[in-house]
């Protein structure tokens, strides 16, 4: 079994700033991608940013240079800073790890329980 465990979201103002987190706890031999999405209310959703196990990153364009995402393969953690968020920014944003749980086993995705991110004045 493996557990991801989201915090960080909350309340902010516009151009403030969070930072998100996502411990991946339990049966893992191994984390490769890692990601960041995000669903506002009636739409579907979307792609935030990716990191590689390399530390490669790509991003979403309406987040390029406000969105920063990184990843601590020691502790098994996803992070998201946020910073200079705007009202569109709202949403809930959910993590999701390919991870192995084993040395022979396949790759599977996880995801989060999610964690809501409203950016208002």
């Known amino acids: 079994q493996v557990q991801l465990v989201e915090s960080g979201g909350g309340l902010v103002q516009p151009g403030g700033s969070l930072r998100l987190s996502c411990a991946a706890s339990?049966?893992?031999?191994?984390?490769?991608?890692m990601g960041w999405y995000r669903q506002a209310p009636g739409k579907q959703r979307e792609l935030v940013a990716l990191?590689?196990?390399?530390?490669?990153?790509t991003y979403v364009d309406s987040v390029k240079g406000r969105f920063t995402i990184s990843r601590d393969n020691a502790k098994n953690t996803l992070y998201l800073q946020m910073n200079s968020l705007k009202p569109e920014d709202t949403a809930v944003y959910y993590c999701?790890?390919?991870?192995?749980?084993?040395?022979?086993?396949?790759?599977?995705?996880?995801w989060g329980q999610g964690t809501q991110v409203t950016v208002s004045s």
């Open positions: 999701n790890l390919q991870i192995r749980n084993n040395a022979i086993g396949t790759w599977s995705n996880y």
């Open positions: 339990g049966s893992i031999f191994s984390i490769s991608g």
């Open positions: 990191i590689s196990r390399g530390g490669d990153t």
